[in-house]
């Protein structure tokens, strides 16, 4: 995951991850995650991705094409393997 939009509140780069979504057949982005991560590890459940690292877990919600914050998880300031 790569990019920046100079965010203060961002405690890495924001993320503009590619998506293939369900039916289409080719590949396009989604929104800007809605917090910064610098080292995360991020895996599919469904049509939600999980995004974890430096303390939160992010929720993209493709049918909403929207990230949220879940939840504060104070152990994931460096994760270095999936789930």
């Known amino acids: 995951m790569s990019g920046t939009d100079g965010s203060k509140r961002s405690a890495g780069p924001r993320a503009h991850v590619p998506l293939a979504k369900a039916g ?12 910064g991560l610098g080292t ?3 895996n599919a459940a469904g049509d939600t991705l ?3 690292g430096e ?13 949220t914050l879940d939840i504060d998880a104070p152990d ?4 270095t393997g999936c789930f």
Do not use: K, P
């Not at 289409?24 to 917090?35: E, K, L, P, V």
């Open 24 to 35: 289409q057949d080719r590949w396009g982005f989604a929104n800007t995650m809605s917090t």
């Open 76 to 79: 994931t300031h460096e994760v």
């Open 50 to 52: 999980l995004v974890v």
């Open 55 to 67: 303390g939160r877990l992010e929720v993209y919600d493709a049918d909403e094409d929207r990230w």
């Open 40 to 42: 995360c590890v991020a």
